[in-house]
Every structure is written in C-alpha cells, then in structure tokens.
C-alpha cells in the first residue's frame, strides 16, 4: 500500500442517505484531494487542502462537502446524491502545493460508491 | 490551459515487446509531466516525472519515458512487456506557472500484454 488509507473501499447508498468518505495520510504530507474518477473519463480534481485549508473547489456540487480537521485526515460527506454520482473516489496527498513544487501524488485505493 | 491528451484508450502487446503509450501536452511555459499507473481495484501509483534536465527519464519497474519539447509529448516506454505490465496508465502535466495542485489527468490508456 501506498501510505494513504481509505473507508470504506465500497459504499451502496441510496438518494436519501448521509454517509461519509474518509482518507489518511501516513506521509507526513501537507496536502490532500479529493477525484471523482469515472469510466472513460480523465480524473476530475474535487477538492484540495493544504495546511488544512481548503484551496481548490472545482464547481462541485454542494451535495458534496469536505472536510479537513488536520493534515493527516480528510473527509467527504456525501447527501443526497444522484445515481451519476457513482463512481470511484479516490483520495491523495503531497508534500506541499506551490508553484515551486515538483512533488507527485500519492493515492489511496479508492471508495468505489454506487448510489441506487 | 493546460491539457493532456492520451491518444490510444487501449494498447496491445505481445509478452516480450516492446511497448509505448502515448501521451500529448499542452502548457503555458515548461511542462511537468508525470506517469501513473492503476492496477485493478487499486488507487493511482507515480511510476516517474519529468522536471528539466536528461529528455529520457527512467521510472519504477522498467519503464522510461522521453519528452520531446518539439512535438509536445511525453510517451512511455518499456523495451520489453511483461503480463504483469497489463494495467491503466495515466499522464498528467501542470505548467511551471501553476500551482501544484493544478495537476491534469488524462483520459488513461489501458494497456494489455498478451502471453
């Protein structure tokens, strides 16, 4: 594995539900995201954090809310989603987000959710 | 703005070819540009990067990749595939004039070694 952790690997709910998807980081890193990957599809940047604040937030719908308490734990809480919410959500970390940075990211293995 | 662009969405080689997965670019000012492959039921792991320097970068198990300013490409490659090789591969670039986080995916390119 590669240091980032996530829960659950898969998720059935349905449109009425609250759930929550939770990464961590054993890396020591500063900087955490959130994909949506989705079949034939590039991966689609969600959310980032770095240092804990959240600096990207790529017009996501406000069905989904993230949360980063510290730099080792991120979350996504999920409601009312839509059956093309479903998808694999994968999570990631790096050592810092500036423009100097030539850091790669490690990923967890993904939450593979399905909404019915 | 940035974009990649994977030409291929599968590849396939026979054990022992060799093989190479195509990846296109597209930055404002020098490009960094990286490799990441997905097994099954797994999340992305960085097989290598480009940054300045050497234009042939030398990865994780096997694998290179060349970038070439002129044509705006970075492809993989391996001189001999291994079944195990059989997996998704994504390039991904940013801008040096960008955050890190501002990170492009591509689409990803399934590539499938036959025995």
Redesign the interface.
Known sequence: ETGVTQTPRHLVMGMTNKKSLKCEQHLGHNAMYWYKQSAKKPLELMFVYSLEERVENNSVPSRFSPECPNSSHLFLHLHTLQPEDSALYLCASSQDTSRLSYNEQFFGPGTRLTVL | AQSVAQPE?QVNVAEGNPLTVKCTYSVSGNP?L?W?VQYP??????LL?Y?TGDNLVKGSYGFEAEFNKSQTSFHLKKPSALVSDSALY?CAVRG?????????????TRLSIRP
């Open positions: 969405d960094y990286f990441y039921n797994r999340g992305l792991q960085f990067k940054i994504f040096e004039y960008s955050s890190a986080s501002k990170i492009i995916f591509g689409s990803g």
